[in-house]
């Protein structure tokens, strides 16, 4: 396995949860990125990181709430969620890409994907 997240869990609205995305074998990509997906519609992006200089990027709905973040010593993206709502609701994966990006990308731009991580926020 190169890349797997976790962290996920169910919470109430307004709470937060911090979603991991370790590392064991993927080298050489230039970023990290955060998406989502619900049931019957497309795999969404969060939020992207360059894992060289740490320049973010976000989706509207993520701005202000979510928070990207690496620790390159521990090869780990986190993704910090907070005030969580209910249209929060997914499975999130996280993924690596060796394009460069210069804002929110689609889920093409990705190349090596983790095992999704459930997030559910109750009412």
């Known amino acids: 396995v190169q890349l797997q997240a976790f962290g996920g869990g169910l919470v109430q609205t307004g709470e937060s949860l911090r979603l991991s995305c370790a590392n064991s074998g993927r080298y050489g990509f230039y970023a990290v990125g955060w998406f989502r997906q619900v049931p019957g519609k497309e795999r969404e992006f969060v939020a992207a990181i360059s894992w060289r200089n740490g320049v973010k990027y976000y989706a509207e709905d993520a701005k202000g709430r979510f928070a990207i973040s690496r620790d390159a010593t521990q090869n780990t993206a986190y993704l910090q969620m907070n005030s969580l709502k209910v249209e929060d609701t997914a499975v999130y994966y996280c993924?690596?890409?060796?394009?460069?990006?210069?804002?929110?990308?689609?889920?093409?731009?990705?190349?090596?994907w983790g095992q999704g991580t459930l997030v559910t926020v109750s009412s």
């Open positions: 993924a690596t890409t060796v394009r460069r990006i210069f804002g929110p990308s689609g889920s093409d731009l990705y190349d090596t």
